[in-house]
């Protein structure tokens, strides 16, 4: 499996379980320049923007930080403009991150979602 493959799986799988726990997926891959936020969705009353990242799972990758200062700052600038574009309350967003663990062969996954992550 490429890595492009192990990514598109993970964000499928995080829809999925998105849209499970009551979230209505409004876009996914929403582009801003080059700047990417994998899924955006609704719950409740807040606009949730999720960045997901895909794993093989191993020991290493159990334990290592997913998001980096750099990308971080890159999602905010991607939130920022969709915020702007949409004229949306920034009160009522939130960014989440997803992180899916997957067997070498893709077929289990274990999924850890961090609501709220700044």
Do not use: C, W
Not at 96 to 113: A, C, K, P, W, Y
Request: aromatic share 6%; glycine share 6%; hydrophobic share 40%.
């Amino acid at each position: 499996m490429t890595k492009l493959e192990l990514g598109k799986l993970g964000e499928k799988i995080a829809q999925t379980y998105l849209a499970n726990i009551g979230h209505k997926i409004i876009k996914t891959n929403y582009r801003s320049g080059r700047l990417e936020i994998d899924i955006i969705s609704k719950y409740k009353n807040l606009i949730v923007f999720t960045e997901v990242k895909t794993r093989i799972k191993t020991a290493e990758s159990i334990q290592e930080n997913p998001l980096g200062l750099p990308q971080a700052t890159n999602i905010k600038k991607a939130i920022s403009s969709y915020i702007f574009k949409n004229k949306l309350n920034l009160d009522l967003t939130r960014l989440d991150l997803i992180i899916v663990l997957v067997n070498i062969t893709g077929s289990q996954t274990d999924i850890v979602h961090y609501q709220d992550i700044f």
